[in-house]
């Protein structure tokens, strides 16, 4: 799968990448760039080698090909599920307070990714158990964003999270884009959100991929050839295009 891109100053070059398990080839020779400063959504039916990508990304699963970052790259990843039991008496804060030191951080870098990702100190207070879905999601964010990366890769980041707090959620990243430079990857199924905050989208699916900005990719035609199946999404006007 050779899908080409505008080249420029780019973030993220992927060639000829393939992953398998078993013998069985989940991503086979996909190419791909992602531009410094832009927003990629990674979309596409469930097995299509979504969080595949992601781990093989960050160095997580082994690999053919070639993935190569900018010089200098940070990555903060923000996975589609944190295996730590929720009822553990730890609070939001000490998780924090952990990453920023094993992030060489120091922990006033905590009391600023709370602010930008807007939780409060005493929310973080409590127990991750206590925690709600939105504020969850909004610690692993603010955990992703200690030591200052320049790229943030994202699992699905509103996963289990109400619509309000996932609007909030995927205003926040947008805007840590727009202000900070951040290249941001995410895996989302919500096509309506990957249309309005994304500015290139990667389609896999089994096999198949396709790459291009949202209003050329998210057609009917392409989505139904991909998912097997029709597949609709609600434009917002309210947000950005």
Known sequence: MDISTERGALALEVSNLSVGFDQIVVIER??????????????GPNGAGKSVLAKALIGALPHEGTIRWEDNSKIGYVPQKLDIERDLPVTGG??????????????????????????KPE?????IGALSGGQ????????ALIGHP???LLDEPTAGVDEPGQDSINHT?????DER????????????VVYHYATNVLCLSRGHACFGVPKQVLTPQLLQELYGAPIAYHVHHDHRP
Do not use: C
């Not at 996909?30 to 979309?43: E, Q």
């Open 30 to 43: 996909l190419s791909f760039g992602v531009p410094r400063g832009s927003a990629l959504a990674i979309v």
């Open 94 to 119: 000490d998780f924090l307070h952990a990453k920023a030191v094993v992030a060489r951080a120091s922990q006033g870098d905590v009391a600023n990714v709370l602010e930008l990702v807007g939780l």
């Open 123 to 127: 929310s973080v207070g409590k127990s």
């Open 136 to 143: 969850f999601q909004r610690m692993l964010v603010a955990a």
């Open 150 to 152: 320049t790229v943030l």
């Open 173 to 177: 990243l947008d805007r840590l884009r």
């Open 181 to 192: 430079g951040l290249t941001i990857l995410f895996i989302s199924h919500d096509l309506s």
